[in-house]
């Protein structure tokens, strides 16, 4: 497996000692998936059991839907930040939302977006409706993507330096 999530995870006491914990600088998303990152580079093998876990989501999260996606792709990047080259950065940057589209319209079309699970407008509306609800969607995933993008890579390492001038003078 590429990765378990954090919800089932087990993990032996001398993995973490030579792997280190989990990045705190996750904070949300993708700890998981950057702990068995590390664990693999590290010649572990991350597998899984036959048992059952039963993860019922992100109720605490589901609250704060925009902070949420803030935080996916964020994390998103500093995964990749952190474990590839500038040139994987560059190429995710241009390729994600093409994909995300791609993600959202076949959600779209098999029915199973969060609204049109909760909605269930008239059948004279449903269609309109809902080509309005994949289209604001999509512009939300890819407005929040940039706008994380522009915090990740440019505004906080220039904030970073900045820190850094004021303390050594």
Request: proline share 4%; net charge positive; with cysteine.
């Amino acid at each position: 497996m590429d990765y378990v999530s954090g919800a089932s995870i087990a993990i032996k006491r001398e993995v973490i000692a030579k792997i280190g914990l989990l990045d705190p600088k996750f904070y949300a998303y993708g700890e998981d998936n950057d702990l068995c990152y590390r664990a693999r580079k590290a010649g572990y093998t991350v597998v899984t059991s036959n048992a059952i876990v039963y993860h019922y989501g992100s109720v605490s999260w589901d609250r704060f839907p925009l902070k949420k996606l803030y935080l996916n792709n964020r994390n998103n990047l500093y995964f990749i930040m952190k474990h590839y080259t500038p040139q994987i950065l560059l190429r995710y940057v241009f390729e994600y939302p093409i994909r995300s589209f791609k993600l959202d319209l076949w959600r779209f079309v098999r029915g199973e977006t969060v609204l049109q699970r909760v909605e269930k407008p008239s059948e004279n509306t449903k269609r309109e409706r809902n080509s309005i609800v994949a289209l604001k969607t999509f512009l939300l995933n890819i407005a929040m993507f940039y706008i994380t993008l522009v915090s990740v890579v440019i505004w906080r390492p220039i904030k970073e330096l900045e820190k850094q001038k004021s303390l050594k003078s």
